[in-house]
């Protein structure tokens, strides 16, 4: 039992450049969220899902784009990176809505724009 | 707004010595409340939860409380261990979809 899974775990890019991060969890979860973790802002909500082919926008959504095709999988797209999008991101899920047990983290993709 | 935070950025702590890390937070209608615990590098890893229909909850070496008349949660760690490094977070839920997360305390172990 893998929990959730972020690839890939750092990556570099140049402003303007495109990427998706990839989030898979195993745990027949009908929540995921995507959070963005900056020195000193705690963790900051970018979009979620409340289920297959649903999504939402949380409370920093712009810039980025998701997906939710399977339930299983959660997309975060950047369109067009820019320096202020150098982040940790996280993904997580639950199968209650963090009602009971809160949520399950990923690992954490480490992402620099330059 | 509705807002967690916490008291204090930087808790240092002897080893062996108990640990309490404090957190306050606004919204009254929040009936649902989480520690977590981030160490270096990973994701962070639920610790405790308690629901505002208690006001103490005991887990292995941990205690949370809750005191929803001052809207205050603390978390304690009994003979605090190097292991116990990292950053705590906690974290409210009000009946909603989304859990909202304070901006953190970074405990260090002295030896």
């Known amino acids: 039992n893998a929990g959730v899974t972020q690839t890939p775990k750092f990556r570099v890019l140049k402003t303007g450049q495109s990427m998706t991060l990839l989030c898979a969890q195993d745990m027949n979860h009908e929540y995921m969220y995507w959070y963005r973790q900056d020195p000193g802002m705690g963790l900051r909500l970018i979009h979620y899902s409340v289920g297959e082919g649903t999504t939402a926008k949380g409370e920093v959504p712009d810039g980025y784009n998701v997906s939710r095709l399977k339930k299983q999988n959660f997309l975060l797209g950047l369109e067009s990176a820019a320096p202020s999008q150098t982040s940790v991101y996280f993904c997580?899920?639950?199968?209650?809505?963090?009602?009971?047990?809160?949520?399950?983290f990923g690992s954490g993709t480490r992402l620099t724009v330059v | 707004g509705e807002s967690v935070g916490l008291h204090l950025p930087t808790l240092s702590v002897q080893e062996g010595d108990n640990s309490i890390i404090n957190c306050a937070y606004s919204n009254s209608a929040s009936d649902y409340f989480i520690w977590y615990k981030q160490e270096s590098g990973k994701g962070p890893q639920f610790i405790i939860d308690?629901?505002?229909?208690?006001d103490k909850r005991q887990g292995q070496r941990v205690t949370v409380l809750l005191n929803k008349t001052v809207k205050h949660l603390s978390l304690q760690i009994a003979a605090t261990q190097p292991g116990d490094s990292a950053v705590y977070f906690c974290a409210e839920n009000n009946r909603d979809d989304k859990i909202i997360f304070g901006k953190g305390t970074r405990l260090h172990i002295l030896p």
């Open positions: 308690i629901r505002s229909n208690m």
């Open positions: 997580a899920s639950s199968d209650t809505g963090g009602q009971i047990y809160g949520y399950t």
